[in-house]
């Protein structure tokens, strides 16, 4: 499963890949991996920067939301990588944590 990381995510980028999910969700399954400003100042409120299970670093932001986002509002998030493979491989584990919650 995902989980959080220290490691570097410069030179991740969108490919593509989304999910739908609730901050609030997110922020439980990774309660330390997440950066928060959730004013709608910046293009992003919250970002996750994460590992797969392979070792891959990936990213979970919100976009251009321009708001602050409710923490039990579904959006879309945008996973960031530095491939798409690494993108769809991050939204695989993380869809199947989310699942977990329910």
């Known amino acids: 499963m995902a989980h959080y990381t220290n490691k570097n995510a410069n030179g991740t980028s969108f490919h593509d890949v989304t999910i739908k999910a609730t901050p609030a969700q997110l922020k439980k399954l990774f309660p330390v991996s997440y950066y928060e400003s959730n004013d709608g100042k910046d293009k992003t409120n919250y970002d996750f920067t994460l590992e797969t ?37 991050g939204a695989e584990e993380v869809e199947e944590a989310l699942g977990s919650l329910i």
Request: with cysteine.
């Open 53 to 89: 299970e392979g070792g891959k670093v990936f990213t979970i932001y919100d976009w251009k939301y321009y708001r602050p986002i409710k923490d039990d509002e579904l959006i879309t998030w945008h996973i960031g990588g530095h491939d798409p493979m690494t993108c769809l491989e």
